[in-house]
């Protein structure tokens, strides 16, 4: 069987097995009696095993079954969990993982055994409860229903009670000569995979004709809960032979043994109890006949629960957002065309605009809608990462997360992960004091480390904190003399906020020593750079002796945005409306100069100027004395006024990358097409403040 086609759909479900793996292991760390997150780790467990198992992934699939045998004792209480099996269990986790990246890189979970992993969990198994070979025992009481000689299998399908709909159904299939067989299937002792091989079974009778009932059910076999062999009544116009040799044809099977159900006539003397007794029996049945939905079954009672959620490939979305983005800007050209169309017989049209821009904005939202994902799937896996460093570090640290459902783009959530795993690493490392430097300051000897998602209008806002030492600004300034960044004299006029940033240049660290956690310079550059390729933003709050907040602002999405189309020096450029707070007139004479700067001074705040005629060399067209437009714009806490020459009005923009050429330049962040044609270039607010 090529299962091939089936490998993106293994390598996503399996992903998110592992994190919630990871996610209930370290539930069951601080909850080890708590018997639901047991039973949720041992669904999991065996859910990986058997996905493996059906791939052809025998390493993995031997693991994570020697993991849900140390979970099935766990569940019976023969064994108890502790800190030493916590700590296997997540080496087998980040084994897994390196199975799993290996067969993303090259379809081949590589060659790695993780024999001392696979013999840690069976010395798990030998020496805190022998009952596992307790267990093991009543499986060959089972197997000695066979007689040892030839005499064949117990037709255990013959224990299967025929309730009212079950007779009715095969009555009414006899009179289309359609037969009705009993079957026991038995599987190999040996055999991993039982519910697999039992899917395959199904899966080959449904070529064949119809399972009207199981026993198991359909559900407890799917789960695995059955020894090693399972019974059906099936219908079909075959010969039993034939139906028989299609169950053989399944590796593993042992043995199918059956027989045509020859219906006697129903006693119409029956006792109340005994009538009782079938009605209760045939509602069993029913219930069964709708559950092997999944196990290949074709079934009459009962309809499938549809899933609600679609797997989608972000490359279709991508081309899907293209054509909405080229819908927009055919809105916009019909939008100009009739705005140079002048007259009462052009109404007509203007409606029909109105209607396409009213579209185009849906169409644009649902895309978008589609394409936001929660943030959790890349925060899920930061508590077992600082659990990992409070052991690495030997500081007690607690990670407390909020606002996991903020949704943000895809493509931005895929980028963000390396980022916020530096500032955290960040905090647990030189954020968080050790805990007797915590005692002597009267803290909590755990430390606390904050990861908060939140909206702001058009911005995702992430904040990652801690309640360590914060920034010595002394150190920082200290460091950067050293190193040569700065001279003396700069250092002195230099505000606290501008020695701060000094960490996000590349290669700047202030730790004392090398370490593998941090200490090489390289984090917070790489995250500056990260977030600012995705049009973000990143801040930083500190008070010495309190703890430090990192602050980033991220753009909802980065393909369509609203915009202020504005003119400087006779050419269009689009801003950002998400950054402009206002807008307003200035006389020439209200500009004051401080430290050399141009300033204005607006209801009680002090607001530079930045003059974009001579930030982008063009000429200004406006006359020197005539009053100013002015853009209040924001970043974070810092205001800018940015002066144009003259404002267009809003509009809805496409984001078109300017490509690897133009790519250095900070001050433009990307192009549009407008409705004539023509392209504008898009500011970045950001970089200009």
């Not at 024999?115 to 409860?129: F, M, Q, R, S, Y």
């Not at 109890?273 to 069993?284: D, G, L, R, S, Y």
């Not at 330049?665 to 990307?670: N, Q, R």
Request: glycine content about 6%; overall charge negative.
């Amino acid at each position: 069987m090529d299962v091939s086609q089936y490998l993106d759909i293994f390598i996503d479900e399996t992903r998110e097995h592992l994190q919630n793996l990871n996610t209930q292991i370290l539930a069951l760390e601080q909850d080890a009696e708590n018997m639901d997150t047991v039973n949720e780790i041992f669904r999991a467990a065996h859910s990986l095993k058997g996905m493996a198992g059906t791939m052809g992934y025998k390493r993995m699939q031997t693991l994570t079954h020697d993991m849900e045998n140390v979970f099935s004792e766990v569940r019976n209480g023969a064994i108890k969990v502790n800190a030493e099996m916590i700590d296997i269990l997540f080496q087998c986790l980040d084994a897994l993982e390196e199975y799993l990246a290996s067969i993303q890189e090259n379809a081949d979970e590589g060659t790695n055994d993780n024999e001392h992993l696979i013999k840690a969990l069976n010395t798990i198994l030998e020496t805190k409860g022998g009952a596992v070979a307790a267990k093991e025992e009543p499986k060959e009481e089972v197997k000695e229903d066979k007689p040892a000689a030839g005499g064949g299998l117990k037709e255990k399908w013959r224990d299967i009670k025929i309730g009212d709909v079950e007779r009715h159904v095969i009555e009414e299939a006899a009179k289309e000569n359609i037969h009705a067989y009993g079957i026991s299937v038995y599987v190999q002792e040996t055999c991993i995979l039982k519910a697999a091989r039992a899917f395959l079974v199904f899966k080959a009778l449904e070529e064949l004709g119809d399972v009207i009932v199981s026993v198991p059910s359909a559900q407890d076999i799917e789960d695995e809960r059955f020894e090693n062999d399972f019974s059906i009544i099936f219908l079909t116009e075959h010969p039993l032979q034939k139906v028989i040799d299609a169950i053989k044809y399944v590796s593993e099977i042992e043995d199918a043994i059956g027989e045509e159900i020859k219906l006697e006539a129903a006693e119409p003397a029956k006792t109340t109890a005994v009538a009782k007794k079938t009605e209760t029996k045939v509602a069993v049945k029913e219930d069964k006949a709708s559950a092997p939905a999944k196990a290949g079954e074709k079934k009459a009672v009962g309809k499938p629960v549809a899933t609600r959620t679609v797997r989608v490939d972000i490359e279709k979305l991508d081309v899907l957002m293209n054509l909405v983005s080229e819908l927009i800007i055919s809105k916009n050209s019909l939008v100009s065309v009739a705005a140079n169309e002048v007259g009462s017989s052009n109404l007509a049209f203007n409606e029909q605009i109105e209607y396409l821009e009213s579209v185009t904005t849906n169409l644009h939202e649902s895309v978008m809608k589609v394409r936001m994902v929660p943030i959790e799937s890349v925060v899920s896996k930061f508590p077992r990462m600082i659990r990992d460093l409070s052991k690495k570090l030997d500081k007690k640290m607690e990670l407390y997360m909020t606002g996991e459902e903020t949704e943000l783009d895809r493509t931005v959530v895929d980028e963000i992960g390396d980022p916020l795993m530096h500032l955290l690493r960040n905090s647990a490392d030189h954020g968080l004091e050790s805990a007797e430097v915590r005692k002597a300051r009267g803290k909590s000897e755990v430390g606390s480390i904050f990861l908060n998602a939140y909206q702001d209008g058009n911005n995702v806002v992430i904040e990652v904190g801690d309640d360590g030492n914060g920034i010595d600004v002394e150190a920082v300034k200290n460091k950067a003399i050293e190193r040569g960044t700065i001279t003396p004299e700069q250092a002195e006029t230099m505000a606290d906020k501008d020695i701060i940033d000094l960490l996000f240049l590349p290669s700047f660290s202030t730790a004392k020593q090398v370490s593998d956690v941090s200490g090489r310079g390289v984090g917070l550059d790489v995250v500056k750079s990260k977030i600012e390729a995705l049009s973000g933003e990143i801040e930083t709050k500190t008070k010495l002796g309190e703890g430090s907040t990192f602050i980033v602002r991220l753009p909802l999405t980065l393909a369509i945005i609203q915009a202020l189309m504005v003119v400087v020096g006779g050419e269009k450029y689009a801003i950002s409306l998400g950054t402009v707070q206002t807008i307003e007139s200035i006389m020439p004479s209200e500009v004051k100069t401080v430290q050399g700067k141009e300033v204005i001074h607006l209801r009680g705040k002090v607001i530079p100027l930045v003059r974009l005629d001579q930030v982008l060399d063009v000429e200004s067209t406006r006359n020197p004395e005539d009053e100013m437009t002015v853009l209040i714009a924001k970043k974070g806490d810092r205001l800018a006024g940015l002066v144009i020459d003259d404002l267009l009005g809003q509009m809805e923009i496409v984001i078109k990358s300017m490509g690897k050429f133009i790519g250095k330049c900070k001050l433009i962040s990307g192009a549009t097409i407008l409705g004539d044609g023509e392209v504008a270039l898009i500011l970045d607010a950001n970089a200009l403040i």
